[in-house]
């Protein structure tokens, strides 16, 4: 039984370019996170996607955009990178999106913006 | 909006030691999880407190949800050089939304 993963483990882009960052839930789960973890600090809320609709998000720009497919995977984008999208993306997935949910996390994709 | 601070930012300790780390809240909780994230890994979850009161232990790990659900504890005894990491809290809400706290820096000594 496959727990979360993430692609790709690192990426390099530069300012003002777009990213895709992808993610596949463990298996039987239906809802998929995704937290911003920038150095030495806890992991930010981005937004979260159930049933293929983004149900709550964060406090971060309309530049960060998200999608989730019928097999419950989902992707992260984000367009005109700056220095400060530097940061591990971690993805969590859980079974549905009430309160209580055990949810898993991915090894993440760690962005470096130059 | 919500908050949840952690203290000590960072603790060193000597193998065999105790060590607690503290998580407060601004508002009242409808859960706290806590998660453990090794030196270059992701978070792992550790365990869930929802009842006002709660304690659950597991081996020598000791969770603790205070009475007004706004603050919970994570007490460690005899550490050992595996329980090196980053230990956070953090809050769910009723969409599992989760607010994670700031985290405290365990480093243990041989």
């Known amino acids: 039984d496959a727990g979360v993963t993430q692609s790709p483990t690192h990426l390099i882009k530069t300012r003002g370019q777009q990213v895709t960052l992808r993610c596949s839930p463990k298996s039987g789960h239906d809802t998929v996170s995704w937290y911003q973890q920038a150095l030495g600090q806890g992991p930010q809320f981005i937004f979260q996607?159930?049933?293929?609709?983004?149900?709550q998000r964060g406090n971060f720009p309309d530049r960060f955009s998200g999608h989730q497919f019928p097999n419950y995977s989902s992707e992260l984008n984000v367009n005109a990178l700056l220095l400060g999208d530097s940061a591990l993306y971690l993805c969590?997935?859980?079974?549905?999106?009430?309160?209580?949910?055990?949810?898993?996390f991915g090894p993440g994709t760690r962005l470096l913006v130059l | 909006g919500q908050q949840v601070m952690q203290i000590p930012q960072y603790q060193h300790v000597q193998e065999g030691e105790d060590f607690t780390t503290y998580c407060n809240s601004s508002t009242t909780l409808s859960n706290i999880q806590w998660y453990k994230q090794r030196p270059g890994g992701h978070p792992v979850f550790l365990i869930q407190?929802?009842?006002?009161?709660e304690v659950k232990k597991q081996k020598r790990l000791t969770f603790q949800f205070g009475e007004a659900k706004k603050n919970s504890s994570l007490h460690i005894t005899a550490t050992q050089t595996t329980d090196v990491g980053t230990y956070f809290c953090?809050?769910?809400?009723?969409?599992?939304?989760?607010?994670f706290g700031t985290g405290t820096l365990l480093a243990v000594q041989p």
């Open positions: 996607y159930y049933e293929e609709e983004e149900r």
């Open positions: 969590a997935s859980s079974l549905k999106a009430g309160a209580g949910e055990t949810q898993y």
């Open positions: 407190l929802v009842k006002s009161g």
């Open positions: 953090a809050a769910g809400g009723a969409t599992n939304k989760l607010i």
